[in-house]
């Protein structure tokens, strides 16, 4: 990738984490919170505390702290999964409180998905997995 490019690239993702981020902020909530709610509600409402921590990049201390605040606001349970798996649940007050905090940032996404064309949807997909990919098999070196 040339540099300007990269650069480019680099102050993109940045804007875009901000944006997430100012959101957060707005609606009163952590990132990390927000982040944990809108994998949970993706999920249907339940997930697997691992996957919550694999699929966010967020450290498994970071999401186990969050999810206990969570969990004695009464927005979030626990139970039990197969073997150690844990898995979080919302609660009826979680689920209220989703859709009021991170409801909103599905219809935006969904928005700004809708005003792309098919075509576009596709390449962005495509080209955010070979980028993925790379990163993956690159970092291999240094780590």
């Known amino acids: 990738m040339h540099y300007l490019e990269a650069e480019q690239y680099t102050h ?55 999810i206990r605040k969570l969990e004695k606001e009464g927005i979030v349970y626990l139970k039990q999964g197969n073997g150690r798996n ?18 909103p940032l599905y219809e935006i996404e969904n928005k700004i998905w809708n005003e792309w064309t098919p075509n576009e949807r596709q390449q962005y997909l495509i080209l955010t997995k070979k980028y993925r990919d790379g990163l993956k098999k690159y970092l291999k070196d240094i780590l």
Request: aromatic content about 6%; charged content about 20%; proline content about 0%.
């Open 86 to 103: 844990t898995i979080v649940c919302l609660s009826e007050k979680g689920e209220k409180f989703a859709s009021e905090k991170i409801y």
């Open 12 to 66: 993109l993702a940045g804007e875009i984490n901000s944006l997430y981020h100012e959101a957060a902020v707005k609606m009163g909530i952590s990132d990390s919170v927000q982040n944990i709610l809108y994998i949970i509600s993706e999920k249907e409402g339940q997930c697997l505390q691992s996957e919550i921590s694999k699929m966010t990049g967020i450290s498994r201390q970071t999401i186990n702290s969050a």
